[in-house]
């Protein structure tokens, strides 16, 4: 393969960047000619695409967000619209095409592949939420902007003595609200896949209370409901000092953590020699530590778990 393109899609998440260089780098080291793509699928089907050299990823392993822009594209959703893009591929003779995104990008991928163009997908979404790899990218970071932001707020709740419900994003998986809120020492974490009882989140509060406990912060997914009628419930039922903080984007920007960076770069690196090596059709993942390959109908056929040892773990310690 002489020329292959990459694109991101989707919501964006730290460390995409630093995919993004090593798919050029390592495409470049491998006399490949390396196009990078403006906007994800909307900017393929307008033809915005440029040649990249090593010096244009200089400088952005370290960044947030996207250089290359990103967008989600209802056009390409449509059989036309893959075609067009196999079109403008094949009319600036590109053999190949990497994408870096979630789930919805992956499945447009897995239609190009389908109809004959190969591609290549990286998991990049802060939600965690790819079956087949153990960590999405951008999600280490995004768990630790979420880690400052509760410590930050546990000063303020520990001097007011109040209660906070942190809501955090998550639509389908609860990963970022379990993960920071064992880390964050919450006192419950509500996620959307166990069901939580009111009645038992707010007997936690009111025991922790009786304990002594100045304050108590409670995570919430936000994929189970809205932080604030979590937040009414408690006030209403114990008549504690109560306050919402929704964190919302604040977890999809910053600098990407040593450990995203690592992902982006072996994930980006790993995708350009499957290519290489002629498949297609495929997913890169991390699983105990090594780098693999799933297909994209297992990707999703694949059951996401719970980690219920975590769950309970958080619950045990936060008493
Ligand atoms: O997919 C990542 C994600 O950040 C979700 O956690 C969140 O629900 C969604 O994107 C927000 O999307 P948008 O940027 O379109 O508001």
Redesign the pocket.
């Known amino acids: 393969m002489k020329r292959i393109a990459v694109l991101t899609s989707?919501?964006d998440a730290p460390g995409m960047n630093a995919a993004v260089r090593a798919v050029v780098r390592r495409g470049i080291a491998c006399d490949m000619e390396v196009y990078g793509v403006y906007h994800g699928y909307a900017g393929l089907l307008d033809g915005q695409l440029a040649l990249m050299n090593a010096g244009s990823v200089g400088d952005i392993i370290q960044r947030g967000g996207t250089i290359l822009y990103t967008s989600?594209c209802d056009e390409f959703r449509t059989d036309a619209g893959q075609q067009k893009a196999i079109e403008q591929l094949k009319a600036n003779e590109i053999e190949g095409l990497v994408v870096i995104g979630?789930d919805g990008s992956f499945r447009g991928a897995h239609k190009l592949t389908e109809k004959g163009f190969p591609t290549i997908g990286i998991p990049g979404?802060?939600?965690n939420d790819i079956p087949g790899t153990e960590m999405t990218l951008g999600f280490d970071t995004a768990v630790n902007t979420v880690i400052e932001a509760i410590d930050k707020i546990r000063d303020t709740a520990t001097s007011h003595e109040r209660t906070y419900v942190v809501e955090v994003?998550?639509?389908h998986r609860g990963d970022i609200a379990l993960w920071a809120g064992l880390s964050g020492g919450a006192e419950s974490i509500l996620i959307p896949e166990i069901e939580h009882e009111m009645d038992e989140v707010i007997q936690r509060l009111m025991d922790g209370h009786r304990r002594g406990k100045k304050h108590s912060i409670i995570i919430v997914s936000?994929g189970v409901c809205s932080a604030s009628v979590i937040g009414d419930q408690i006030k209403e039922a114990t008549g504690f000092d109560t306050r919402v903080t929704v964190l919302g984007?604040v977890?999809?920007g910053g600098s990407p953590s040593a450990y995203d960076r690592m992902l982006g770069s072996r994930f980006g690196a790993r995708a350009v020699d499957l290519l290489q090596k002629g498949e297609a059709g495929r997913m890169v993942g991390i699983q105990q530590n090594r780098i693999v390959a799933v297909t994209f109908d297992d990707v999703f056929n694949g059951v996401l778990k719970t980690d219920n040892e975590m769950y309970e773990l958080s619950k045990s310690l936060s008493i």
């Open positions: 989707g919501g989600r979630g979404t802060i939600d994003m998550g639509r936000e984007h977890q999809r």
